[in-house]
């Protein structure tokens, strides 16, 4: 029964002589927001990419459902449901801003080419296309949707990023600093609709420094040094923790 | 499409230009025009490999597989001529995916190199092996396209204006299809992996498999090119499909520009004229690697964006104006 919902177990990462990762062991259940901090350096994007199969780790697995996914390519986990943003805005810069979303419908309406060219598509590409405007709509970005993406202030760059990972439908979003460089206000919209995705099923792991944002919308959170797991709790343990306020708030102390 | 003439009455007076047009031109002109023909069909076909972001130097010689297959088709199978032609291209298609597998595990330069070491490998197989390939001074007599009727027509092959309705006809279709491909969600997809293809491959994309799709399909399509070329001048070898004709194919595309499937389109009929028509007329042929050179270095450095967007510019002029006039 105890089958968990995403897990992590004796991960190691190392690039030569760094470890970027050391042994490191967590779960998630399904449907919580889970937070992941640290200071810099500290192996949390490295964590996204070995979940993400971005990287194959060099110990350990991930798990989800039960099902180890470490080791598989990057398109291959996201097609299992787990769907990533990047730390710097990473878009289709060239294309317009549906198009960049229409690629994370990829995965729903899986393109074949010789019902492309008979036409036989019409269906699929109309479906895909309703799928692209919701995710626009839910990040407030439909008025912009013939826009080319380069063109987006940053704030907005941000939010198309995380339109094309909800255009995939996934169960599990993994969002590396998704509130860099928005101004307050972006932020708290942006915070609810974390909030919104969460009660819609879908699972969040998220790395953030914002400390505000992530004791405001993190059930859980996991804190991690050296690429090691420093501590685990809810946001208020967190941010009464000695380790973690010697580690990481201690250089912050007007967040607690 | 209240507008004068509209689009309909533009693509029936270009189809009338493409159909007048080898009336108006001597017999050697005409032999060009086919020339011309089936080199659109190679550079819009090498445009389409490009569309994932790699750029392929083996695109000349798999224009050559396509050559060779169709020629060997009809003289050892016997198969029909426009069968053999279908064939070929499928041959090409069939080469570019055994190619993949050890090409599309390099990226970049190295791909670059890979793909020019792979071409040179098979134009090697030519030269080395006498049966069936003919050995260095290829195939000869290879069978033409066989005459027919059309009511009151009769298309004699051999001569170009005949051929270069069928050829016209062939790469016409062929351009529509990649047209259509590349407007179709996996024409979206094709771009996805190029401009990013880290994130095309979270959402889902299978980058390797995408790259691959669109270096067998232009190869398909060059193949066809070699085949239409193959059998309008009855003899191929291995110095038809060198290094040279590559460098003719990245001048056109890089001339033109990529954006759009035109952009290569008009590189090569504006490098056409002016290699066949002036080159020739005032007898500087053998300045051609010069010129070539030359016209190259210009476009980087004034036109970076290639012919094509002057003609984008012309066009977004013109959409003003009737803006204008209706307003
Ligand atoms: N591809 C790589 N090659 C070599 N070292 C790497 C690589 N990726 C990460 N590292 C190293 O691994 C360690 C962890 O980096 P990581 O990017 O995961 O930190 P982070 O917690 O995301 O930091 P930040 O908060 O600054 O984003 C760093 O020391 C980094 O230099
Ligand atoms: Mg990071």
């Known amino acids: ?256 | 499409m209240r507008s004068f003439p509209g689009r309909a009455g533009v693509w029936l007076g270009f189809l009338a230009l493409l159909l007048l047009l080898p009336h108006a031109l001597s017999y050697s002109q005409q032999e060009i025009l086919v020339f011309l023909t089936i080199n659109i069909l190679l550079v819009v076909s090498y445009r389409l490999l490009t569309l994932t972001g790699e750029w392929s130097l083996g695109h000349a010689v798999i224009m050559g597989v396509g050559a060779y297959a169709s020629a060997l088709y009809t003289k050892e199978l016997g198969i029909f001529v426009p069968a053999s032609m279908i064939l070929g291209a499928c041959t090409a298609a069939l080469v570019a995916l055994v190619l993949s597998y050890p090409l599309f595990r390099m990226k970049g330069f190295y791909f670059l190199i890979g793909s020019f070491a792979a071409g040179e490998i098979i134009r090697l197989l030519w030269k080395r092996f006498r049966e069936p390939f003919g050995g260095p001074k290829g195939l000869k007599r290879i069978d033409p396209m066989p005459d027919f009727d059309i009511a009151v027509w009769r298309f004699d092959f051999f001569e170009p204006v005949s051929y270069y309705y069928f050829a016209a006809a062939v790469v016409g279709f062929s351009l529509w299809l990649m047209r259509r491909i590349e407007r179709s969600p996996v024409g979206l997809t094709f771009h996805a992996v190029h401009w990013q293809d880290k994130l095309a491959e979270a959402s889902g994309v299978n980058v390797r498999a995408y790259r691959t799709l669109a270096f067998v399909i232009a190869s398909g399509f060059a193949g066809l090119s070699g085949a239409l070329l193959a059998h309008y001048i009855g003899a191929v070898n291995p110095n038809m499909f060198d290094l040279e004709l590559m460098v003719f194919i990245l001048t056109w595309t890089i001339i033109g520009g990529t954006a759009t499937i035109y952009g290569p389109v008009i590189g090569c009929i504006a490098l056409t004229i002016i290699n066949e028509i002036v080159l020739r007329e005032i007898g500087l042929e053998q300045m051609r690697p010069f010129v070539y050179g030359l016209l190259l270095i210009v476009s980087v450095l004034f036109l970076p964006k290639g012919l094509e967007s002057l003609v984008q510019k012309g066009l977004a002029r013109v959409a003003r104006a009737k803006r204008g006039e209706e307003s």
């Open chain 1, 1 to 256: 029964m105890s089958e968990k919902f995403l897990e992590v177990s004796g991960l190691g990462m190392r690039f030569g002589g760094i470890t970027a990762i050391d042994n490191l062991g967590f779960s998630v259940e399904y449907g919580e927001i889970r937070g992941v901090i640290g200071p810099n350096g500290a192996g949390k994007t490295t964590t996204f990419n070995v979940i993400s199969g971005f990287y194959k780790p060099t110990a350990g697995s991930v798990r989800l459902r039960g099902e180890t996914i470490s080791g598989l390519r990057m398109y291959e986990v996201a097609r299992r449901g787990i769907v990533r943003t990047f730390q710097h805005s990473t878009l289709f810069t060239e294309m317009t801003v549906m198009e960049n979303v229409l690629v994370g419908t990829h995965m729903r309406y899986r393109p074949n080419i010789f019902s492309s060219i008979v036409g036989r598509d019409a269906e699929d590409r109309r479906r895909a296309r309703t799928r692209a405007t919701e995710s626009l709509e839910f990040f407030g970005l439909l008025e912009r949707a013939s826009d080319r993406a380069a063109d987006l202030p940053h704030g907005h760059q941000r939010a198309l990023g995380l339109a094309i990972a909800l255009a995939a439908q996934p169960e599990v979003m993994l969002l590396d600093e998704p509130f860099a460089g928005m101004n307050p206000e972006e932020t708290k919209s942006m915070m609810s609709l974390m909030f919104k995705l969460r009660d819609s099923g879908v699972t969040i792991l998220i790395v953030e420094h914002d400390m505000r944002a992530i004791m405001g919308i993190c059930d859980y959170i996991t804190v991690m040094n050296f690429g090691r797991l420093l501590a685990e709790g809810r946001p208020e343990e967190i941010r009464t923790d000695p380790a973690v306020v010697e580690a990481y708030l201690g250089s912050a102390r007007d967040v607690a």
